[in-house]
């Protein structure tokens, strides 16, 4: 799911002073003081939003001088998610950005989803360790092989589930193969994405893959 917040930082700073001699240095430093000011200001406000709502990415947009000078400053954990929106007109309705930056969240979401689908064909078409199949990617979860499961996100599969041992079951039956006590019904999607955040296997929802959904519409990478 993603989710968008919009902060507006702006400041007053001392236009630029045409007058010359010690006015002109006076003015300069006046106005080097409000600049350097409002850059400490937004680095801080930048490290506030990204340590209490840990966002994917941070989308910037304003005068494209001074935007590459607050991304000269910034750190490296906030570098890798700074984006600055450079098609968006400075008249445009206030939630303009908001929209864009949606856009570009969606984007870039599509495109880490396109790579993972294509290394776990590469790992299955090479034989490097992967799964793919409900009962396959269970398995390998349970063993604690998972790096990232690779799933359609609108994927639903019925099936049982064993109340004693939590062992889905495949094929599905009203008595649990292993224990032999009774089942119940589930949804397998939702019982291995479960169980995915139990093994602390990362997550990607896919949209519209058909190679994915050859597979079954879940695929699993391994760790080792």
């Not at 930048?46 to 910037?60: F, G, N, Q, R, V």
């Not at 398995?139 to 599969?157: H, M, N, P, T, W």
């Not at 004693?164 to 089942?183: Q, R």
Request: glycine fraction near 6%; hydrophobic fraction near 35%; aromatic fraction near 6%.
């Amino acid at each position: 799911m993603t989710h968008a917040q919009e902060t507006d930082m702006e400041t007053d700073v001392i236009e630029a002073h045409k007058k010359g001699g010690w006015s002109q240095r006076r003015f300069q430093r006046l106005r080097d003081g409000a600049i350097e000011h409002f850059l400490k200001d937004v680095e801080a406000r930048l490290e506030e939003i990204a340590s209490k709502d840990e966002p994917k990415y941070i989308l910037a947009h304003g005068p494209k001088d001074a935007l590459n000078i607050v991304e000269s400053r910034l750190p490296k954990h906030l570098i890798s998610r700074w984006r600055i929106v450079e098609d968006l007109k400075d008249d445009a309705p206030e939630n303009t950005l908001m929209h864009r930056a949606f856009d570009i969240c969606h984007e870039e979401e599509d495109e880490v989803a396109h790579r993972l689908v294509n290394r776990l064909r590469a790992d299955i078409l090479t034989h490097h360790p992967s799964s793919y199949g409900f009962e396959d990617v269970q398995r390998s979860l349970l063993e604690g092989r998972g790096e990232v499961l690779l799933i359609k996100d609108d994927l639903k599969k019925p099936g049982m589930k064993c109340e004693f041992c939590e062992m889905v079951m495949f094929p599905s039956s009203s008595v649990c193969s292993i224990c032999k006590k009774p089942t119940h019904a589930v949804d397998i999607s939702e019982e291995l994405l479960e169980l995915a955040e139990r093994t602390g296997t990362a997550i990607e929802f896919i949209s519209n893959d058909s190679y994915l959904s050859a597979l079954g519409g879940i695929g699993l990478l391994h760790r080792f």
